[in-house]
C-alpha cells in the first residue's frame, strides 16, 4: 500500500509540474499536423468547417472570415480538420449529402476534389511533422550546434561484444550495414537499436579499409524513467570528448533531414522487429508514458526538451502514416486501391474499414494505457 501511496504521489507531482508542458508539447504538433493539411486543402479549394485541437467539448474558440470555426477543446490527445463534405472529424465521406450538393458545393467539397488533391491533403499532415522536426533541428544545429565525436574507437571492454568481434582502439567506423557514420552518436545509436542481429561494420584501421562483423550483447538497462529496457551494447567508448559543432544553414539542414531518415527508419526498424517477436512492445509508451519523458526531460533545460519535441514530431507522422482507416495512411490506402482499380471504394467497404481502423485504435490505446498504468505502479511485479 505505502508503494502505491508513493507512486500516486508521484503522479500527482507530475500532473501539477509536468502536465502543462506535455500539453502545450503536444498542442504544438497537433497543431503542425492539421495545419498541414489545413493550408493544402485551402491551396486545393476546399471548405474548412472546423479547425481543432483536442476532442470533446469546446473550451473557446473563434470563426474567421472564411467560415472555419478555429476551436480549443477539453480533451488535449489530439485534433481534426473537418473539410467541408466529410461526414465527420475522422473524414468519412457523407455520401448523402455529396449525392445532393449543387455545382457550388462541389466546388469548394473535399469529397469532389480530384484523386490526387484528396492524396496531398491527406499526406499533408504527416509532411507537415517531418519537415517541423527538420527545420526545428537544422535550427539548433546552426544557432546552439549538434553534438559531435568523432566515429573512433577509444577503448574496448574486454570480453564485449566488440572484444570479440577483433575491434581495436583507433578504429574508425565509416558505416554500419550500409549506412555512413559520421558520428560516434551515429554508431551508439545504431547499436541501442539492434536486437541481436549482425552487423557489419566497415571501418579504417591504420589507414587501411577492413570489415568485421559484430553481433551486439543484448542487456536490460533502464530508460530516463527508470523502467527496464532491452538495448543492444557493443562494450566500446569514444576517443575523445563531445563536443556542440554549430552548422552553416545549407549543411545544418542536410544533416537535420539525415536525423530524421535516422530516426525513422530506426522507430521503422523497432516495430518490425516487435511484430516478428524480435523486441519487447515493453518499449512502447501511451500517454502517460510520454508525458513523463516530457516532464522528466524539460527538467533538464529546453534544448533537450526542444529535441524531444522534434522527435515526438517525426513519431507522430510515421504513425499517421500507418496503412490503418481512420488514420492518414488508411485514406491513401484507399485512394491507392481507387487509382488502381480506376473506380472509387465502395461505401460499405470504406464503412467496414474504419469500423476495423477505429477498433484497431481504440485497442492499441487501452493496451499502451495499461502498460503505462503498469509500470506506473508496477502492477506487473505484484510490488
Avoid at 488533391?117 to 544545429?141: C, E
Avoid at 516532464?295 to 519535441?309: A, H, M
Wanted: proline residues 4%; glycine residues 10%.
Amino acid at each position: 500500500m505505502a508503494h502505491v501511496i508513493a507512486q500516486l504521489h508521484g503522479f500527482s507531482h507530475w500532473l501539477i509540474h509536468a502536465a502543462p508542458i506535455y500539453i502545450v508539447a503536444l498542442s504544438i504538433l497537433v497543431f503542425v499536423h492539421e495545419f498541414g493539411h489545413f493550408w493544402v486543402a485551402r491551396r486545393c479549394g476546399v471548405k474548412i468547417e472546423a479547425f481543432s485541437i483536442g476532442f470533446g467539448k469546446e473550451l473557446f474558440g473563434w470563426t474567421d472570415k472564411a467560415g472555419t470555426r478555429w476551436r480549443v477543446a477539453i480533451l488535449p490527445i489530439g485534433g481534426f480538420v473537418k473539410m467541408f463534405g466529410d461526414a465527420d472529424a475522422a473524414s468519412r465521406p457523407d455520401f448523402e449529402a455529396a449525392a445532393q450538393m449543387d455545382a457550388d458545393a462541389r466546388r469548394v467539397s473535399f469529397t469532389h476534389k480530384a484523386l490526387w488533391q484528396k492524396a496531398l491533403i491527406v499526406a499533408a499532415g504527416p509532411a507537415a511533422n517531418f519537415l517541423f522536426a527538420i527545420l526545428v533541428m537544422a535550427t539548433l544545429f546552426a544557432t546552439i550546434g549538434q553534438p559531435y565525436t568523432q566515429p573512433v574507437i577509444g577503448t574496448v571492454n574486454p570480453g564485449s561484444a566488440a572484444d570479440k568481434a577483433g575491434l581495436m582502439k583507433g578504429d574508425r567506423v565509416v558505416s554500419i550495414d550500409g549506412t555512413s557514420i559520421q558520428r560516434f552518436e551515429e554508431l551508439r545509436q545504431a547499436v541501442l537499436m539492434d536486437s541481436g542481429d549482425p552487423l557489419t561494420f566497415e571501418l579504417r584501421r591504420g589507414g587501411q579499409p577492413m570489415s568485421v562483423t559484430v553481433t551486439p550483447d543484448i542487456v536490460e538497462d533502464k530508460d530516463i524513467l527508470g523502467n527496464k529496457t532491452k538495448m543492444g551494447r557493443l562494450g566500446v567508448t569514444p576517443s575523445g570528448e563531445t563536443v556542440l559543432r554549430s552548422e552553416g544553414p545549407l549543411t545544418a539542414l542536410w544533416q537535420a533531414t539525415g536525423e530524421t531518415w535516422s530516426i525513422t527508419s530506426g522507430s521503422l526498424s523497432a516495430i518490425g522487429q516487435m511484430i516478428i517477436g524480435r523486441r519487447s512492445a515493453d518499449d512502447l509508451s501511451g500517454p502517460i508514458g510520454i508525458g513523463q519523458v516530457i516532464g522528466k526531460v524539460s527538467e533538464e533545460g529546453v534544448i533537450p526538451l526542444i529535441n524531444l519535441i522534434a522527435w515526438l514530431s517525426i513519431s507522430l507522422g510515421l504513425i499517421n502514416l500507418f496503412p490503418i482507416p481512420v488514420l492518414d495512411g488508411g485514406h491513401l490506402l484507399f485512394y491507392a486501391i481507387e487509382a488502381v482499380s480506376r473506380r472509387p471504394v465502395s461505401e460499405r467497404t470504406l464503412a467496414f474499414g474504419f469500423r476495423v481502423g477505429f477498433a484497431l485504435i481504440v485497442s492499441f490505446f487501452v493496451f499502451v494505457m495499461w502498460h503505462d498504468l503498469s509500470r506506473l505502479f508496477h502492477l506487473s511485479s505484484g510490488t
